[in-house]
């Protein structure tokens, strides 16, 4: 007999985890498998963030943390965001989490009623969706496209807003896209806003220092907008610490205190050697990291132009992060090798068995037409996984 809930039988499996868990039983295998399908980088932590994190250890911090963290990193989050955002934060507007991700948890367990929708350009972080129907929230998808960047246009936003909207969730830079929003556009998306106050923003900002383009836009940036802007960070992304499990949020007093509230009865304080750590990761110059950034744009460039040495997918060249997500919908009711392409799906699970190659597919960023590649990924392994995907398709 089967008991368990409603909730959990309707939620889906994280696609980005469900295609590692693929990758790592083919590799018990022995298949030989390139893995372009996680979104973390592949470097090691900076050393002198795990000095910082040693120190900790030696200094007995091993009790309970606050349950919305240290004041010391509630600090340095408030420094962060004056320096890089031009964002003045004050302390009960800060909410330290165990990752970005429960970060988004909290905020739609705090902010959204049954029937409240969530309007979210599509394509989009493969969790959003799940997160906001598990809150009783209704996920409204706003498809984009490749032409325009994968950005979400004002005339756009305006023809999805409807009475029941609660909420807009997007990333800049973008996860899958690497599309990032420039201040303009956000300005355009903010003016729309105007005519409906009552809409609050998540803006999602994780991959912040992983830009090409130059300075990063924040949502919370426009005077008119910060009272209705949650911003949401973390350090796992840009400082090589997806391990750590530290993300944080700067947005207006009354949803920081519910968020701490819940996360009270959740999980309480954040690890409390990785806060430590990411007191030093926040205080230190963002330049201390540039060499990350500067290896994932020549990978970028990389992949770009051995993707477009495959005629049949339609590439965009992504500001940020570390993803491309071509459009491969010129294989839709194809065979290849005796494997008949349906959708984004079957053509990410066929290169994964034929090409020996993991990505993941758009379906779980609510576009059909795509497939995310990760180029978090040596250049060796990057120039080796587009030769083995093109030659499975010639």
């Not at 050393?47 to 250890?57: F, L, N, P, T």
């Not at 200094?59 to 031009?86: C, H, W």
């Not at 947005?251 to 999980?267: D, F, V």
Request: proline letters at 4%.
């Amino acid at each position: 007999m089967n008991q368990l809930s409603d909730r959990v039988l309707n939620m889906t499996t994280s696609a980005t985890l469900a295609m590692a868990a693929k990758t790592r039983e083919l590799k018990a295998e022995g298949k030989d498998i390139i893995g372009l399908s996680l979104g973390e980088p592949d470097f090691n932590t900076p050393d002198y963030i795990k000095e910082a994190a040693k120190q900790a250890i030696d200094d007995n911090y091993s009790s309970y943390s606050p349950v919305d963290g240290y004041v010391e990193l509630k600090q340095a989050i408030i420094t962060k965001f004056k320096r890089d955002n031009g964002l003045s934060y004050t302390m009960p507007q800060i909410v330290v989490s165990t990752g970005a991700k429960q970060s988004l948890a909290n905020i739609a367990a705090v902010m959204l009623n049954k029937g409240d929708e969530v309007i979210l350009p599509c394509p989009y972080w493969v969790s959003y969706s799940d997160i906001v129907s598990l809150n009783e929230g209704v996920p409204v998808e706003v498809q984009t496209s490749i032409s325009n960047d994968f950005k979400l246009t004002p005339a756009q936003l305006e023809a999805a807003i409807t009475p029941k909207t609660k909420m807009i969730w997007y990333s800049s830079p973008c996860n899958p896209s690497g599309s990032v929003y420039s201040k303009e556009e956000l300005r355009a998306l903010a003016d729309v806003l105007q005519k409906y106050p009552n809409i609050i923003v998540v803006s999602d900002e994780i991959y912040e220092h992983i830009n090409f383009v130059g300075d990063h836009a924040s949502m919370a940036q426009f005077e008119d907008m910060f009272d209705r802007t949650v911003t949401v960070n973390g350090v796992s992304k840009a400082f090589a610490m997806t391990g750590w499990r530290i993300g944080y949020i700067g947005g207006p007093e009354y949803i920081a205190r519910a968020c701490n509230k819940m996360q009270g009865q959740i999980t309480s304080g954040a690890n409390s050697i990785a806060q430590r750590a990411t007191i030093t990761a926040l205080n230190e110059s963002p330049q201390r990291i540039k060499f990350m950034v500067d290896e994932f744009k020549q990978r970028r460039d990389l992949i770009i132009n051995l993707l477009n040495d495959i005629p049949t997918f339609k590439n965009n060249k992504p500001e940020g992060a570390f993803y491309v997500f071509p459009d491969i919908s010129y294989y839709f009711g194809k065979t290849l090798r005796g494997k008949h392409i349906s959708n984004a799906t079957d053509f990410s699970l066929y290169l994964l068995e034929e090409a020996l190659v993991a990505t993941v597919t758009g379906e779980a960023f609510g576009n059909d037409n795509c497939i995310r590649l990760s180029y978090a990924a040596s250049k060796e392994e990057i120039t080796e996984a587009i030769r083995r995907i093109k030659a499975s398709l010639d």
